[in-house]
């Protein structure tokens, strides 16, 4: 695959990833052939996360977008891609008064061979198949990335209601030392690509390797199902994840829309 595809096939399965939220805790997610975007006033954020507008409607159409929007929430990050149209929709934004930045790192890598070098002797690695599974894998992953269990509800709730066993394409995984959970990730196999989000490491087993471990596990069943490259977004791991054998192929162009206060 070439780059600008694997960035449209993860930005296909990211949305994947979204709409697992909709419907719960007040959370929207709306997706069509023109747009996607989320909206859940808190985790897991506020993105738009597909443009393809036609430009002889742009302007009504980004206008109309901003207004439904608005309705749900006071502020939204509108992420730019490759394949968004028109194509001066950059220029758009900014004249609407948006704000820009950059945000995370897109990074790839193919599948052809999976390296064994992050096996770790000590850590047992098996996928969610039940509710008390799924339990063990939330707790740990709100430890993992430092929030607590209430703000992490979002993720238990979604992936209890999407379901467990081998034909659902949403697979959680988690890491056991002896009898403790000590690693989590998710793993969404879809739209042509694998992709991996969620990874965590306990804080006091962190520097082991298991997180590394993790990965080539997720890396090795995606290559067994057929599939020939992996994805993920990352803001802060690109060494880590080079050490794996991932590529950066695209960084985030982000722009903010926030409300304006009302008028007194």
Not at 13 to 42: C, K, M, P
Not at 48 to 53: A, D, E, K, V
Not at 195 to 216: E, H
Not at 237 to 262: I, N, R, V
Request: hydrophobic content about 40%.
């Amino acid at each position: 695959m070439k780059n600008a595809e694997l960035i449209e096939a993860l930005r296909l399965n990211y949305i994947e990833y979204f709409s697992l939220f909709h419907g719960q805790h007040g959370i929207r997610t709306h997706v069509d052939r023109e747009t996607a975007w989320i909206v859940a006033n808190g985790p897991p954020g506020n993105h738009i996360l597909r443009s393809n507008l036609p430009a002889v409607e742009a302007e009504e159409k980004i206008d109309a977008l901003i207004s439904r929007i608005g309705a749900l929430t006071g502020g939204i990050r509108w992420l730019l891609f490759p394949q968004d149209r028109p194509q001066d929709l950059r220029a758009r934004l900014s004249q609407r008064g948006l704000s820009s930045g950059r945000g995370d790192l897109w990074m790839f890598r193919p599948l052809q061979q999976v390296a064994d070098n992050r096996h770790h002797s000590q850590l047992r690695i098996s996928p969610v198949r039940d509710n008390p599974g799924l339990r063990a894998w939330w707790t740990a992953s709100a430890l993992g990335f430092g929030t607590t269990q209430r703000a992490a509800q979002p993720w238990y709730d979604a992936f209890r209601r999407r379901g467990f066993g081998p034909k659902v394409h949403v697979t959680n995984y988690i890491g056991h030392l002896d009898q403790k959970v000590v690693t989590t990730a998710t793993l969404i196999l879809a739209r042509g690509i694998a992709g991996i989000y969620d990874l965590s490491t306990l804080p006091d087993y962190r520097g082991q390797g298991f997180a590394g471990a993790l990965v080539n596990h997720l890396l090795e069943q995606a290559r067994q199902c057929g599939y020939s490259h992996a994805g993920l977004q990352t803001g802060d791991a690109e060494q880590f994840y080079q050490s794996l054998g991932f590529k950066t192929g695209f960084q985030e162009e982000e722009f903010f829309w926030a409300a304006d206060y009302p008028e007194k």
